[in-house]
């Protein structure tokens, strides 16, 4: 079955907020990961998260709840420049899986 | 600013041709990583190395692909004889820890 699920599309306006949902199985997990891709570009990271709680790093923070096999990217005071798709990861065991990604369109 | 280097950035070429396609990983980083993204696939792990020993190749065809790290500031991804299907943006990646991966810019090859 599919290992990593988030949402294929998202839109959201300039200057508000969204957030990115990301949910997976639980066996062998380690940590959960996010990365950001423009158009022609390579996936950046953002961050990773092994423990519960939120991560803050400037506009991005990231959460996660183990319990609930679960995290979430958020964006704040979004740009257009944020507009990219955004993947979550996972390390299971000894491999790191790839969720399909999350279209984020901003409108202005 | 250190970043993963990736050549050829891209590569046409006609089915059966071999093709090799090479990165540097960042100097320190001990593990390296070739991924393959499609439109249909999305981003799929081909194989994963640790201080330059394969850990990992389960996500390669066997009969075609090869990946090998011959010294540490050199992967390599071969694919030979190369098919349409191969046709696809290859990236390498390293990092200080599985976790945490930094991405070339990668090679868009295309399999006449």
């Known amino acids: 079955g599919q290992s990593l699920e988030q949402p294929s599309e998202v839109t959201a306006v300039e200057g508000a907020i969204v957030q990115i949902n990301c949910t997976y199985q639980?066996?062998?997990?380690?940590?959960l990961s996010w990365y950001q891709q423009h158009d022609g570009g390579a996936p950046t990271f953002l961050s990773y998260?092994?423990?519960?709680g939120l991560e803050e790093t400037g506009r991005f923070s990231s959460f996660l709840s183990r319990s609930d096999s679960y995290g979430y990217l958020l964006l704040q005071e979004l740009q257009m420049k944020d507009s990219a798709s955004y993947f979550c990861a996972v390390r299971r065991d000894d491999k790191i899986i790839f969720g399909k990604g999350t279209r984020l369109h901003i409108l202005p | 600013d250190a970043r993963v280097t990736q050549t050829p950035r891209h590569k046409v070429t006609e089915m059966g041709q071999e093709v090799t396609m090479r990165c540097q990983p960042i100097l320190g980083h001990n593990t390296v990583f070739w991924y393959r993204q499609t439109m249909m696939q999305g981003l799929e792990l081909l194989a994963y190395?640790?201080?330059?020993?394969?850990?990992?190749d389960s996500g390669m065809p066997k009969d075609r692909f090869s990946a090998e790290m011959p010294d540490a500031t050199l992967a390599t991804l071969k694919i030979q004889p190369s098919e349409p299907r191969d046709s696809a943006v290859y990236f390498c990646?390293?990092?200080?820890?599985?976790?945490?991966?930094?991405f070339g810019p990668g090679t868009r090859l295309l399999v006449l």
């Open positions: 998260n092994a423990l519960d």
């Open positions: 990646a390293s990092g200080p820890t599985r976790e945490t991966q930094y």
């Open positions: 639980t066996s062998g997990f380690y940590g």
């Open positions: 190395f640790r201080n330059r020993a394969p850990l990992d």
